[in-house]
């Protein structure tokens, strides 16, 4: 991977933030696009732009084939089956909700159980609190390990065969830690539950086969992938896609309208009510390309060292709390003590030196580290060791800094 060719295809990248060359390190929150993902959407609306599947006319037609031919590209960057079980949504909160009314309303009663994380990011807890309190289900937490990960031994304990829903997320958005996936898919599937993975933080960077998985739905976001923002997918096994009903209703996702009642159309049509996202798909399989195009193990080796290396650097200052285990995807997040973690990213602005501060979405989190907010520093395809060492060459300015002050 040529990293300085990379780099030339992000635009945004060329240019100075407060007198210094951007140093973007905010991917976990949503990533910067590629020039042919802006040029793939530019394309469809100066060139295409029209409604989907009922136009019989060019314009309708190339963008039926626009966004249908989006969908295959997910198929095959996931592995599925088929595209009846690829979902277009607005983003991975939307996929999440989606399985939690059509399946988890309709298939929970009092007396079964959710099994969850406490590293889960707040879309894939809220929507489980409300479908135990609309059911009677019981939510469930599996313990997290001193140093934020999961054990299997762990695992098997909370998982019963009274649960029916395992939804964790493939990797943290705080930790960086990757949970073991495939192995606690089959302990959910031994206890007759179904596994559902919040990706948002994984198919953006490594490479993703859902069929080996086994996981039964899995959900992510375009805008952390390199694609526009409002688009994401929900994939899922299409043995129960097909008894699930809709969530939302109106144009397009139906068979026939009759006054009283009304039929949906197939898999996966029944689940895309109302005019889609149709530039949204066209960007994210533009998106798809150009991860493909890279090497998405290439890209995953290429975080691990950047992690590894900000690690590494970041450990020689005194003071730095990281957050998290040793073997982690590409982000990172910690504390400077005696700074709250937005004075950190405000000086790192200030050094054109962006990560994001907060709890990140994760508050459940953030109490178990005994901390009420964090700072992040997340890496992509883009970043350099040059972007770590201005990085770290930043927090060591701010650690001066606010010395000085107190």
Known sequence: MDINQVRKQFP????????????????????QKPQSVIEALDEYYRGYNSNVHRGVHTLGTRATDGYEG?????????????????IFTRGTTTSINTVAY????????????????????????????????????????I???????????????????????????????????????????????????????DGAQSAPHMRIDVQDL???????????????????????????????????????????VGLYDSTWKELPWKFEGGTPIIAGAIGIGAAIDFLEDVGLDEIEAHEKRLAQYAMDRLKTIEGVTIYGPEDRAGLITFNLDDVHPHDVATVLDAEGIAVRAGHHCAQPLMKWLNVSATARASFYVYNTEEDIDAFVDGLQKTKEFFGDVF
């Open 102 to 141: 059509s399946y988890g309303r309709n298939n929970l009663q009092e007396g079964d159980e959710i099994v969850i994380t406490p590293m889960e990011h707040h879309s894939n807890i809220i929507p489980w609190q409300q479908t135990a309190k609309a059911t009677g289900a019981t939510l469930k937490y």
């Open 143 to 197: 313990p997290l390990q001193e140093d934020g990960t999961i054990s299997l031994e762990d695992a098997k304990e909370t998982i019963t065969d009274k649960t029916k829903i395992v939804a964790m997320m493939h990797v943290s958005n705080v930790l960086g830690s990757i949970n073991p996936i495939k192995e606690i898919a089959e302990i959910a599937h031994e206890n007759g539950a179904v596994m559902l993975v």
């Open 70 to 86: 989006a969908r295959e590209k997910v198929r095959r960057f996931i592995n599925a089956n088929s595209t009846e079980e690829v």
């Open 214 to 256: 086994n996981c039964d739905f899995f959900a992510f976001s375009g805008h952390k992938m390199g694609g526009p923002t409002g688009i994401g997918v929900l994939y899922g096994k299409k043995s129960l896609l097909k008894d699930m009903e809709p969530v939302e209703f109106g144009g397009e996702m139906i068979d026939f």
């Open 12 to 31: 945004i990248l060329d240019q100075e933030v407060n007198g210094h060359p951007l140093v973007y390190l905010d991917s976990a929150a949503t990533s």
